[in-house]
């Protein structure tokens, strides 16, 4: 017996769910909501400076257009433009606030808006990450190179530069492997960017050894009910010399952000 495979849209329809893209809209309004409740002078000017002057299409006050017009679509509101929402949002913020609510929660509101209405898609420019070989677009770098390694087995060469569990430009100490590298990918460009400038120090055939040699230890993890970045110890720095550091956006902190808030 065979079974069909749903797609994210089809899921959201038949079990009545909300779509992650419907709570982010319903989220910002809502926000915009209790600014407005609240008579926030600062944010509203600020809102009252980028609608007179600006013309990007980036940004949050652009993306709450794009919500705006998402709303009116249930029929209850009309908006001519951000300022005259502001302005009808402060006759009953409560009202406004119970509306989005009810509106997200319908069907009809979790359509998939490109598809079925592409006139009411969203045009604001969020980040996207294109896929070299087949030129599909993803909305993080994570999914990405999932993608490149799934579909066209294309592994991340960043594994050939690494060779430690601690990273060589920052000096912190991650415990595993994995863990370095998601720093490295994902969470530092500065160690990135110095790192790539070392040069590589591993061959194809030395990373796929190393990546044989842990795959026990990411199964054991997996049953574990964790994933493959787990450590138990925290990070932590060693107390070696930092190498002259060359720095992508010179700004006048320490570009490693030491005695900053620094995420690993």
């Known amino acids: 017996m065979g079974f069909k495979l749903l797609s994210d849209e089809e899921l959201i329809q038949q079990f009545e769910l909300i779509s992650p893209n419907v709570m982010l809209r319903a989220a910002r309004l809502q926000l915009l909501a209790r600014i407005v409740a609240k008579n926030v002078h600062i944010i509203l000017s600020a809102i009252n400076f980028i609608v007179c002057n ?7 006050v652009a993306a709450i257009e794009c919500d705006l017009k998402w709303l009116e679509l249930g029929g209850k509101y009309h908006f001519s433009s951000i300022l005259n929402s502001i302005e009808q949002i402060k006759g009953d913020p409560k009202k406004f606030q119970t509306h989005i609510r009810a ?31 087949c030129s599909k677009v993803f909305h993080t770098k994570q999914k990405l190179a999932l993608h490149n390694f799934k579909v066209h087995n294309i592994k991340d060469p960043i594994r050939l530069y690494i060779n430690t569990v601690h990273c060589p430009i920052c000096m912190l100490y991650f415990h595993t492997r994995e863990r370095l590298l998601n720093h490295v990918k ?12 070392g ?11 190393i990546d044989v ?9 997996q049953v574990a009910g964790h994933r493959r970045h787990f450590a138990k110890d925290p990070v932590f720095r060693l107390p070696g010399p930092i190498a002259n550091i060359v720095c992508p956006k010179p700004s006048a902190h320490h570009p490693l952000g030491i005695g900053r808030n620094y995420h690993y």
């Open 54 to 60: 600006c013309s990007s299409s980036c940004g949050w």
């Open 186 to 197: 994902f969470r530092s460009s500065v160690c990135k960017t110095n790192i790539l400038l």
């Open 213 to 221: 040699q842990l795959q026990a230890e990411n199964r054991a993890l």
């Open 103 to 133: 509106y997200a929660a319908s069907r009809f509101a979790n359509l998939d808006v490109p598809k079925a209405l592409p006139q009411y898609s969203s045009s604001v420019n969020f980040s996207s990450f294109h896929c070299t070989v």
């Open 199 to 209: 040069g590589a120090i591993l061959s194809e055939a030395q990373a796929d050894s």
